[in-house]
């Protein structure tokens, strides 16, 4: 009895690959660039293979959020609160990156990223920037961040209350090949 069970296995896999390679064999299934012909008996236009439209990537900002908040209490810190002011002031770095092609904290004359927040009309004592460059997932960047000294110290300034972020995964991936660039805004809010 014991040798029946692994036989009835064997046997039935074999009946099931049997089959496998009828329906394979009999199907007809024209190579790529292979002539067909329509019901008339006339050749048609060749075959050409199916492309594969990369779908572009998208990030939730919620869940990035949640990951960077939930850190923060795991730190015994209090959460950030979403800002409108900050995701307009990050919107604002995010674009002028992707116009004018540079990938750091300093634009191209040097000049830091504090402007953007009084020009979206954040008014702050204490402030700070987190980048994000050919990322594929929310997890990956806030991972890339808690695993920087420098990144996650901002992520865990214990004065900071408010927060914004700015995700853009369509022109930078034209202009650097491929991700999202991800750019977080956080402050504590000037007196």
Known sequence: MSL???LLIIVLAGCLAAGLAWIIATQVIPLPNQETSDASGQNSQPIKPPTATPQPITLNPD???S???AHRVENHLSPLLRNLS????ATLKVDDMNVNQ???HQDK????SWYLFKQAGYNYQ????NLGFAVQSEWQVFADWVASPTHNGQLLTREYEDM???IDCVTYTKLAGSGCLVVLHLAQPGL
């Open 164 to 166: 914004g972020l700015a």
């Open 126 to 129: 204490l402030a700070g920037e």
């Open 102 to 104: 540079y990938w750091r």
């Open 67 to 69: 990951l960077i908040n």
């Open 4 to 6: 029946l069970k692994p």
């Open 63 to 65: 869940a990035l959020y």
């Open 86 to 89: 900050l995701e307009k002031s």
């Open 109 to 112: 004359e040097q000049i830091e």
